[in-house]
C-alpha cells in the first residue's frame, strides 16, 4: 500500500487525544473505476486497506460498517 496514505494515517494519528476517533466514509469502488481513470495518479483502496492502514498507523479497535453495499466507514481509536 502507498507509503504517502500510511504517512497520512500517521500525522492524524498524532494528534488525537487518547480514546480519540477517527472515521473514513467511503464510496466503495474497483481499483480500475471510472474515477480513478479521471484522476491521474488516484489509488483506490478496499475499506479492508484502509482498515490495515488504520492499524499500522497504531489505531485500535478499527471497524469496518457497511450500511450499503457500496458504503463503509472504517473507524478507528488512538
Do not use: C
Not at 480500475?32 to 484522476?39: A, E
Not at 495518479?41 to 482498515?51: D, H, I, N, R, S
Amino acid at each position: 500500500m502507498g507509503r504517502a496514505m500510511l504517512k497520512f494515517m500517521n500525522l492524524t494519528h498524532a494528534p488525537l487525544k487518547p480514546g480519540g476517533r477517527f472515521a473514513i466514509m467511503v464510496e466503495v469502488v474497483d481499483a480500475d473505476s471510472k474515477w480513478t481513470n479521471l484522476v491521474e495518479g488516484m489509488t483506490a483502496y478496499t475499506p479492508e486497506q484502509l482498515k490495515a492502514l488504520l492499524d499500522d498507523a497504531g489505531f485500535v479497535q478499527t471497524e469496518i460498517h457497511r450500511k450499503k453495499p457500496m458504503y463503509a466507514t472504517i473507524l478507528g481509536v488512538k
